[in-house]
Nanobody
Framework: QVQLVESGGGLVQPGGSLKLTCAAS????????MGWDRQPPGKERELVAT???????NYADSVKGRFTISRDNAKNTVVLQMNSLKPEDTAVYYC??????????????WGQGTQVTVSS
């Protein structure tokens, strides 16, 4: 009943930039935390960044100073701006959101994932 749709992945050279966007739609009462995880090839999924609904952001050490997360609460969107990309940033990136369907019913929702490849 709630969909998270990511866009903006692709192939980029080392040092380049990409912007990932995620839009939530469906039966939404409100959304609290939103964020991005990633899963590098052959590795486990890991946290990239999260942002609260009042704009407080948290980043993995590996992306601090290079990635910026932001959101538009009115549009239920979250954006990950990725700069100075490195080959080790190559992964499938997943959007996530803590979605309230009613004032008390809550569920963690995930997008399908978008591939980011950093390679020359």
């Amino acid at each position: 009943q709630v969909q998270l749709v990511e866009s903006g992945g692709g192939l980029v050279q080392p040092g380049g930039s990409l912007k990932l966007t995620c839009a939530a739609s469906g039966s939404i009462y409100r959304i609290t935390d939103m964020g991005w995880d990633r899963q590098p090839p052959g590795k486990e999924r890991e946290l990239v960044a999260t942002i609260t609904n009042d704009g407080r952001a948290n980043y993995a050490d590996s992306v601090k100073g290079r990635f910026t997360i932001s959101r538009d609460n009115a549009k239920n969107t979250v954006v990950l701006q990725m700069n100075s990309l490195k080959p080790e940033d190559t992964a499938v990136y997943y959007c996530k959101a803590m979605v309230y369907y009613t004032p008390i019913a809550v569920r963690q929702c995930w997008g399908q994932g978008t591939q980011v490849t950093v390679s020359s």
